[in-house]
């Protein structure tokens, strides 16, 4: 069962414009929404973060996007740039019991998206 | 830091043969994941320990896949007799762990595995 559902399964876009990449997740134990990037032959790397008490996060051109009652949650890639191109995941993180002690760090992945961002 | 080290970085090996592929946390993490990636199942945890301990080890698909955390340094993922539907790229990742509110997970550079 796919806990973390991502669309699209790849993504073209022209330098400069807005790559915006959606998630849906089920389980309403997860209280920690990461964002992935990764480049051909590296492991992933944690790009941006969000908790569900908040709706927005933004650092540099990157945004996340959260909607808690609806279980859903994009980034949104500003201004995008060739160097962009990459492999972007979503992710969430059960929490521990009882809720507001911390997570349990695991990560549970979407299916990824491919982004190529045309010169 | 020298981040999260894996190896070998590539490994090619026979169907039936034992593999083993091995992880060097980041110093001061005391939680481990294994993760498994590949083009139809993404990246999916296998197994993950926390203060060396196996705390979920759902994720494993079988009993030729084994994993063990003999100390805060050092961690090995065995699969004992290898199939060609093993082949993926396999990574190991730390953070400074469960119970804190956000954890950072710091991934290897990964192993390439291919079961031929």
């Known amino acids: 069962q796919q806990q973390v559902k991502q669309s699209p399964q790849s993504l073209i876009v022209q330098k400069g414009g807005i790559s915006i990449i959606n998630c849906a997740y089920e389980?309403?134990?997860?209280?920690?929404f990461p964002w992935y990037q990764q480049f051909p032959g590296k492991g992933p790397a944690l790009l941006i973060a969000?908790?569900?008490?908040?709706s927005e996060k933004k650092e540099g051109r990157f945004t996340i996007s959260f909607n808690k009652s609806a279980k859903q949650f994009s980034l949104h890639i500003m201004d995008s740039q060739p160097g962009d191109s990459a492999t972007y995941f979503c992710?969430?993180?059960?929490?521990?019991?009882?809720?507001?002690?911390?997570?349990?760090?695991?990560?549970?992945f979407g299916q990824g998206t491919t982004l190529q961002v045309k010169p | 830091d020298a981040g999260v080290i894996q190896s070998p970085r590539h490994e090619v090996t026979e169907m039936g043969q034992e593999v083993t592929l091995r992880c060097k946390p980041i110093?001061?993490?005391?939680?481990l994941f294994w993760y498994r990636q590949t083009m139809m199942r993404g990246l999916e945890l296998l197994i993950y320990?926390?203060?060396?301990?196996?705390?979920?080890d759902s994720g494993m698909p079988e009993d030729r896949f084994s994993a063990k955390m003999p100390n805060a340094s050092f961690s090995t993922l065995k699969i004992q007799p290898s199939e060609p539907r093993d082949s993926a790229v396999y990574f190991c990742?730390?953070?400074?762990?469960?119970?804190?509110?956000?954890?950072?997970?710091?991934f290897g550079q990964g192993t390439r595995l291919t079961v031929v």
């Open positions: 990742a730390s953070s400074s762990g469960q119970g804190r509110m956000n954890t950072e997970a710091f």
């Open positions: 389980n309403t134990a997860f209280d920690y």
């Open positions: 969000i908790r569900p008490d908040v």
């Open positions: 992710a969430a993180t059960p929490s521990l019991v009882p809720h507001g002690s911390g997570n349990t760090g695991k990560l549970i």
């Open positions: 110093s001061g993490h005391n939680s």
């Open positions: 320990f926390n203060n060396n301990v196996p705390i979920d």
